[in-house]
Nanobody
Framework: QVQVKESGGGLVQAGGSLRLSCVAS????????MGWYRQPPGKERELVAS???????NYADSVKGRFTISRDNGKNAVDLQMSSLKPEDTAAYYC???????????????WGQGTQVTVSS
């Protein structure tokens, strides 16, 4: 089983910045893609940004130019640098890790418990 742990959320004023971090841990696993999702109050969970093993990134239109996803393959870690934050960025942010269990040759899709980001106007 792959465990996913996020950190770095908090309260920030509009226009400010925050950096979210995520680390995956476990045994006998490989990672294909890592990403960040968010779920605003009363809304569906949505993709914010993702990054593949090869460094190919994908961003939601609403965060392009403001958020940057980066990955450290050696540490099984992914960060999300958020700048020019807006009140509409307020949400619970979740880290997602997808890959394969090397021992059992089965795919997995693991989520962290989430970290709250609140942007005040």
């Amino acid at each position: 089983q792959v465990q996913v742990k996020e950190s770095g959320g908090g309260l920030v004023q509009a226009g400010g910045s925050l950096r979210l971090s995520c680390v995956a841990s476990g045994s006998f696993f490989s990672i294909n893609a890592m990403g960040w999702y968010r779920q605003p109050p009363g809304k569906e969970r949505e993709l914010v940004a993702s990054i593949t093993n090869g460094g190919i990134t994908n961003y939601a239109d609403s965060v392009k130019g403001r958020f940057t996803i980066s990955r450290d393959n050696g540490k099984n870690a992914v960060d999300l640098q958020m700048s020019s934050l807006k009140p509409e960025d307020t949400a619970a942010y979740y880290c997602n890790v997808q890959g394969s269990n090397i021992l059992w040759r089965r795919p997995y899709d693991s989520w962290g418990q989430g970290t709250q980001v609140t942007v005040s106007s």
